[in-house]
C-alpha cells in the first residue's frame, strides 16, 4: 500500500492542476497522468506505486459562520475515488481546503442515504472497506454529493460535487489499476 505522504503529494500535484481553472485540451497538456474527463469527473493515474483516482471539485461551495455567509479562503477543495490494484472498490476520500475541526467529522448526504467521513488535518475518509462500499454505491446512483464540515475556526462549509460522470470516471480508473 502507498504510504499516506506520497499519497497526498501526488493528489497535490493532481489538484493543482486540476483547479487551476485549465480548460480541458489545456489542462490536458499540462498534466502528464490524467487520461480520461467524464463529465464533471477526471481520471489520473499514478505508476509507482501503481494509483488510479477520479476526482472532481465542487460545483458550490457556501461558508457560513453564525449562520451568515462569510468569505474565506481555502485550498483546494476535491473529492476522490482512489483505486489501488488488489482493491475492487476505491477509497472515498475529501480535503477540504482547510484543516477540519478536532473530533469533527464530514457530513455527506447523496439523496436520502447520509454517511459520515472521519478527519486527519485536512482530510476526511470513510471508517472502513465497507464504508466505502456503501457511499461508493450511493454515489453510483446519486446525482449529487452534499459534504458538510467546520473549520478548526469554527467556519462550517457546504460543498455540493456533481456526480454525473462519477460512475464512467471510477469505471475507467478501475481499469486503469486492473492492468
Partial sequence: MASLGHF?????VAATLFTAGLSAPAFAQESTNRVAAETDWSV??????????????PRETVNT??????????????????????RSTPEIS?????????????????GSNDFQLFIDGQWAWAGS???DQRLFA????????VLSARSSRGTNTRDTFSL?????ATEEAARQCAD
Fill in 129 to 131: 472497506p465497507e464504508d
Fill in 8 to 12: 497526498r503529494t501526488t493528489v497535490a
Fill in 138 to 145: 450511493a454515489m453510483r446512483g446519486g446525482a449529487e454529493a
Fill in 65 to 86: 459562520r453564525g449562520g451568515q455567509p462569510v468569505q474565506v479562503r481555502r485550498g483546494d477543495i476535491l473529492l476522490f475515488a482512489t483505486y489501488r490494484p488488489g
Fill in 44 to 57: 489520473f493515474v499514478e505508476d509507482s506505486p501503481k494509483e488510479c483516482w477520479a476526482v472532481s471539485a
Fill in 94 to 110: 475529501f480535503t477540504g481546503g482547510y484543516p477540519f475541526a478536532p473530533d469533527s467529522t464530514v457530513d455527506v448526504t447523496i
Fill in 164 to 168: 454525473f460522470g462519477f460512475t464512467a
